[in-house]
């Protein structure tokens, strides 16, 4: 039965591999905070994070409901608060903001972003918690993480293998230059990763403390290759050699935890957590590596010093996976946080799959230990076998722990506020046509609103009892402001309802409303367009003219519209953006105009300039009357949309 105490360990171990080197800067709280009605303008916008993210590389943005930037310096730190930053305000009119920021962590480089909003002298309504986004790890990072693990695994594993467990060291010394090799690219690669993922080039990533963990690494890196080629050039095997490299791989491995999560948060219990985590990625690489050089170096090795080298491998990868189940234990109290995690999480249930591999690991391993080892020189074959199945699974066990590195752990689950989008009614279905949803937004205009999401089973019809519900909101023509998340409150069999100020900018919004049922969930995908806010449209006739229309676009601007010749059949529809200062406000692209008679779908009209900021659409409107909408961007980025009701004719 020793076979299933090692499954046991190993699977206590696993909750480890995924989470101890997780590392966000995820936002928990802000000043203001989300969804928050202010009755003057704020001065400073706080933002706190999980950990420190790097000034120089993170961003925050201040918003008007127009999408105009309205923070004129930008984000900054906060002296002596490393895990904060903050924007400084001119004075705000009333009207709802919404604050995007995107972190990078001064950690290790993962990339984090959200939004939320708050409001100047709107009514107040009650906030709803936010949730922030973590881009997915990209196939670049997962595959420099993999490679380090792998390569420094190798070394370390190599290095106390061929100098402990065997009477004389093996001569496979290219098994130690491939090692060296992986472990080489990995950090290459890694920061060239991080740099893609930030967004900067390399050069600017090295002069941040995200190029100085490079740096820490790729130094004993360096030396375990020139051990590793001193070694090579000797021919001979140098046990001084292999320690050199296998304490310099070791030294590298704390390197990288450094940049890891568990160095992440300061307090008293940081050095436990570096020193937990350290002699777990040790340990787990000295049992996978060193295994993989066990068999590497057996077929040269004489029947006698080959069964030495085997017995005593097996010993000390027993205590090896019991190092690995401790340590892993003491950290995933600290990552994890829960059982439920477990099963309720993409993270939980990528945890669960290394679970089941090392399980099978394990068992592998007691095969070897109970019935190949004591066979000595007769059982090499069927330990051959079935060591090379370990390796084979311990790789990819590695590259599933890379894939974890660039997730946050289960248990940062900030509790922000913001929400979706608004206006209307939008109605879906889940792709497996097992849920359908009705979204009622209201009033769906920019601003507070109240959402009310009545979920049905798709064939009966019959209201769904979910456990939770979460709206998702991403702006598909802003992919710089982040998504925001909204969970719904259940207030009756098959009704959830919240209320927040997630729909902060006018236009198109994209929603995934997710849909949790015990251990199943389910997606369904919206679409609403929060209107704009109102406004002020005056008009101006004089005999034999035009009607002229003067729109208030917010903040300054205007909007002059006139049709030539304002009577049924063809006409010009002249539209002329006026600055604060009355002087016709340049429109660097081409603005946009749509009509449609009223219940019809608006389409299109070909438009061509005629200023700076002047326009003329072309149109042929029969008497009636017609919805028009306006839409340009100025030079400093915002965008200016004006809806518009004329009549043409009597």
């Known amino acids: 039965m020793r076979w299933l105490g090692r499954s046991a360990a190993a699977f206590s171990a696993v909750l480890i591999l995924a989470s101890g080197v997780s590392a966000h800067a995820l936002l928990v709280r802000s000043d203001p905070a989300a969804g928050a009605v202010l009755q003057r303008s704020p001065d400073t916008i706080t ?97 420099s993480r993999w490679a380090l693990y792998l390569g420094l695994g ?91 490299a296998g304490a310099a791989a070791a030294v590298a491995m704390l390197a990288h935890v450094l940049a890891g999560h568990a160095a992440a948060n300061p307090g008293p219990w940081q050095p436990a957590n570096i020193a937990l985590q350290w002699v777990h990625f040790a340990a787990v690489g000295a049992w996978i590596g060193g295994l993989a050089a066990l068999l590497i ?15 005593r491998f097996s010993a000390a990868a027993a205590c090896l996976l019991g190092i690995v189940a401790a340590t892993g234990v003491l950290r995933a109290v600290d990552e994890v946080g829960s059982v439920g995690a477990l099963l309720s999480t993409g993270f939980g249930r990528l945890v669960d799959l290394k679970a089941l591999l090392l399980l099978v690991l394990a068992s592998l391993g007691a095969v070897n ?58 109605t879906g279905h ?7 949803m009705r979204l009622e937004v209201s009033p769906g205009a920019v601003g507070v609103n109240r959402f009310t999401a009545s979920v049905s089973d798709y064939d009966t019809g019959r209201p769904v009892d979910a456990d939770r519900i979460t709206l998702t909101f991403s702006k598909p023509d802003r992919p710089d402001i982040g998504s925001s998340a909204l969970d719904l409150l259940r207030t009756a069999p098959g ?19 997710l849909v949790v049922h015990g251990l199943s969930s389910v997606d369904v995908p919206l679409t609403v367009t929060a209107r704009s806010l109102p406004q002020t449209v005056r008009t101006i ?37 006026i600055d604060a200062n009355g002087n016709e406000l340049p429109i660097p692209a081409a603005a946009t105009v749509t009509a449609a008679a009223p219940g019809q779908t608006p389409r299109a009209l070909p438009v061509r300039r005629f200023g700076p900021g002047h326009f003329i659409a072309d149109a042929t409107f029969p008497g009636g009357t017609w919805n028009l909408e306006f839409s340009g961007i100025s030079k400093d980025g915002r965008t200016l949309r004006a809806p518009l009701t004329v009549r043409v004719g009597p």
Do not use: C
């Open 430 to 436: 889940a792709f497996a046509t097992s849920v359908r």
């Open 154 to 244: 190798g070394i370390l594993g190599a290095a106390w293998v061929w100098t402990i467990a065997f009477p004389a060291p093996p001569s496979r010394w290219w098994f130690l230059g491939a090692a060296w090799g992986l472990s080489a690219v990995g950090v290459v690669v890694l920061g060239a990763a991080q740099a893609a993922d930030v967004g900067v080039g390399v050069g600017r990533l090295l002069a941040t403390n995200l190029g100085q963990a490079l740096y820490w690494r790729a130094l004993p890196i360096a030396v375990a290759g020139a051990a590793i080629a001193a070694g090579a050039a000797r021919g001979a095997p140098r046990r001084p050699l292999l320690v050199v």
């Open 297 to 311: 170096a057996l077929p040269a090795a004489g029947r006698e010093d080959g069964a030495l080298a085997t017995r």
């Open 47 to 143: 933002l706190s994070f999980t950990e420190a993210p790097d000034p120089s590389l993170s961003i925050v943005h201040v918003l008007d409901s127009t999408g105009k930037a309205v923070d004129p310096h930008g984000a900054r730190p906060v002296p002596d608060q490393p895990q904060e930053l903050a924007v400084a305000l001119n004075p705000l009119p009333g009207g709802v903001y919404t604050v995007s920021w995107r972190t990078v962590s001064a950690v290790d480089g993962h990339v984090a972003g959200g939004a939320f909003a708050f409001g100047v002298g709107v009514t107040p309504q009650a906030a709803a918690p936010a949730q922030p986004s973590t881009p997915l790890p990209s196939p670049l990072y997962v595959a």
């Open 369 to 426: 230990r109970s019935r190949n080892v004591p066979q000595g020189p007769q059982g090499r074959s069927g330990l051959l076998r079935i060591g090379a199945t370990e390796v084979a699974l311990g790789v990819i066990v590695f590259g599933i722990a890379g894939y974890l590195t660039g997730l946050p752990p289960p248990h940062y689950n900030p509790a922000l506020a913001s929400a979706p989008p608004a206006a209307v009614v939008a």
């Open 495 to 513: 009704v959830y309802r919240a209320a927040g100020t997630n729909l902060s900018l006018e236009g198109s919004w994209s929603i995934s409303a």
């Open 541 to 577: 006739m004089a005999p034999g003219q035009p009607t002229l229309y003067v729109i208030d676009l917010g903040g300054g601007p205007q909007l002059n519209v006139y049709l030539d010749p304002d009577k049924p059949g063809p006409n010009e529809v002249h539209a002329t953006f």
